[in-house]
C-alpha cells in the first residue's frame, strides 16, 4: 500500500485468495501495487491474472 497523509511509509499486504477478490477495488481505489509471491504455483499465477484483467475491463 503506498503512503498516506496518516502513514507516512509503504506497508505490505499479504492477502489469501478470498480476501485478495473482495479487496480488489479498495487496492485499485488506493493505487495499491500487487505482484505475486516469488514461488507462487502456475496455476494460482494465471488465476490472479485473469481476475485482474477482469477487473480491469470492467472500469
Not at 481505489?29 to 509471491?37: G, H, K, N, Q
Request: hydrophobic share 40%; charged share 20%.
Amino acid at each position: 500500500m503506498p503512503p498516506t497523509a496518516a502513514r507516512p511509509h509503504q506497508t505490505g499486504l499479504l492477502l489469501c485468495g478470498h480476501h485478495y477478490r473482495v479487496s480488489q477495488p479498495a487496492l485499485e481505489a488506493a493505487r495499491a501495487t500487487v505482484r505475486e509471491l516469488p514461488g507462487t504455483p502456475d496455476d494460482v499465477a494465471a488465476w490472479i491474472d485473469a481476475t485482474r484483467s477482469a477487473a480491469s475491463a470492467g472500469r
